[in-house]
């Protein structure tokens, strides 16, 4: 009889490890890029602090996740492919928080990020189709609490994208991320229905605000011309683990996101764009456990007649040939 610990561990889609694998690669070009030629101003040896961070935190609560579940870690049983493919998530999580963060010298700070972006993936979960998922976009997360816990601390500057070149690579740069994210997620996130509707919610949202508290329009629709927001909508928002795959629901996501992004920049708040994100993510997990608990409810409640009548229903008296009527 095979035992628990023999059970076999959970995989990606096929489709969804070779979108990993481009947004690893995607973003470990940019970041080389990034300290070599575009400006960065973060340390050079902090993304291999970030990195080193996540791969740390990501082995050891698999390893502690796959012993209370009694079945192998993600990333045993098919040699240095699996491991690598098992990384992929927390390498671009480390990777972000760094690259998208500005903590000035306090390098406790981004690593501390950096497992509360990983951890999250384990403790904020929700059940989908009978298994649970995370539902807080990690990266995301991560820096919003920074942004939360630490007054002091910022987003990196979005001039530093392109701090150090000018000219035709000024704006071919941020053509080139839009050309490549918009390919990778339409040919294998399927994320284009949230992207259209993050876009267009977006512009709404600045005319909106432009019209009922007199923001200048052409400056908040400007937002959407820089690096930072292309590589937000190409890469942050479109997480294929913690976002929908549905289209109604992308839409209604995509759309949400930008409608909180107005309505906290409305209210003064620094960093809307980080704090809407995880905002809808928490309201999309609150949903999926509300449909959760109420299928159990549901199939309780179906479950309950059946046991009620099994458990009132009397035999009927005797009859006249000494046998019992019993009920169906």
């Given at each position: 009889?095979?035992?628990?610990?023999?059970?076999?561990?959970?995989?990606?889609?096929?489709?969804?490890?070779?979108?990993?694998?481009?947004?690893?690669?995607?973003?470990?070009?940019?970041?080389?890029?990034?300290?070599?030629?575009?400006?960065?101003?973060?340390?050079?040896?902090?993304?291999?602090?970030a990195v080193a961070?996540?791969?740390?935190?990501?082995?050891?609560?698999?390893?502690?996740?796959?012993?209370?579940?009694?079945?192998?870690?993600?990333?045993?049983?098919?040699?240095?492919?699996?491991?690598?493919?098992?990384?992929?998530?927390?390498?671009?999580?480390?990777?972000?928080?760094?690259?998208?963060?500005?903590?000035?010298?306090?390098?406790?700070?981004?690593?501390?990020?950096?497992?509360?972006?990983?951890?999250?993936?384990?403790?904020?979960?929700?059940?989908?189709?009978?298994?649970?998922?995370?539902?807080?976009?990690?990266?995301?997360?991560?820096?919003?609490?920074?942004?939360?816990?630490?007054?002091?601390?910022?987003?990196?500057?979005?001039?530093?994208?392109t701090e150090n070149?000018s000219g035709p690579?000024?704006?071919?740069?941020?053509?080139?991320?839009?050309?490549?994210?918009?390919?990778?997620?339409?040919?294998?996130?399927?994320?284009?229905?949230?992207?259209?509707?993050?876009?267009?919610?977006?512009?709404?949202?600045?005319?909106?605000?432009?019209?009922?508290?007199?923001?200048?329009?052409?400056?908040?629709?400007?937002?959407?011309?820089?690096?930072?927001?292309?590589?937000?909508?190409?890469?942050?928002?479109?997480?294929?683990?913690?976002?929908?795959?549905?289209?109604?629901?992308?839409?209604?996501?995509?759309?949400?996101?930008?409608?909180?992004?107005?309505?906290?920049?409305?209210?003064?708040?620094?960093?809307?764009?980080?704090?809407?994100?995880?905002?809808?993510?928490?309201?999309?997990?609150?949903?999926?456990?509300?449909?959760?608990?109420?299928?159990?409810?549901?199939?309780?409640?179906?479950?309950?007649?059946?046991?009620?009548?099994?458990?009132?229903?009397?035999?009927?008296?005797?009859?006249?040939?000494?046998?019992?009527?019993?009920?169906?």
């Amino acid at each position: 009889m095979a035992t628990q610990a023999s059970s076999p561990p959970p995989h990606h889609d096929p489709k969804v490890v070779t979108a990993l694998r481009r947004f690893a690669i995607s973003i470990t070009v940019l970041n080389i890029l990034g300290y070599t030629v575009l400006g960065f101003e973060q340390p050079w040896t902090w993304p291999l602090i970030a990195v080193a961070t996540a791969y740390t935190v990501e082995i050891s609560l698999e390893a502690v996740a796959a012993k209370v579940d009694g079945r192998a870690p993600r990333f045993m049983g098919r040699g240095r492919r699996g491991m690598v493919e098992f990384l992929f998530p927390s390498h671009i999580t480390g990777l972000a928080v760094n690259m998208l963060t500005y903590v000035n010298d306090r390098v406790w700070v981004m690593i501390f990020g950096v497992v509360v972006a990983v951890g999250t993936k384990w403790v904020l979960r929700a059940p989908v189709r009978g298994r649970m998922r995370h539902y807080m976009n990690p990266s995301n997360f991560g820096i919003a609490v920074i942004l939360v816990l630490f007054p002091w601390a910022s987003i990196a500057p979005p001039y530093h994208f392109t701090e150090n070149i000018s000219g035709p690579f000024d704006w071919g740069l941020p053509v080139v991320i839009l050309g490549l994210g918009t390919l990778l997620n339409s040919k294998l996130t399927g994320r284009m229905w949230l992207i259209g509707a993050w876009l267009v919610g977006f512009a709404l949202q600045a005319v909106v605000r432009g019209l009922v508290f007199g923001t200048s329009i052409p400056a908040a629709l400007g937002m959407m011309t820089g690096t930072a927001f292309v590589l937000f909508t190409n890469y942050m928002v479109t997480d294929p683990g913690t976002s929908p795959s549905k289209r109604n629901s992308q839409i209604a996501f995509g759309g949400g996101v930008a409608a909180m992004y107005g309505l906290l920049t409305a209210l003064g708040i620094a960093y809307g764009i980080f704090f809407a994100t995880a905002a809808v993510c928490l309201l999309r997990g609150g949903y999926l456990w509300w449909l959760h608990l109420s299928e159990k409810q549901r199939a309780a409640t179906a479950a309950d007649p059946a046991a009620t009548t099994a458990g009132t229903e009397r035999p009927t008296p005797s009859t006249g040939a000494g046998k019992e009527a019993v009920a169906a």
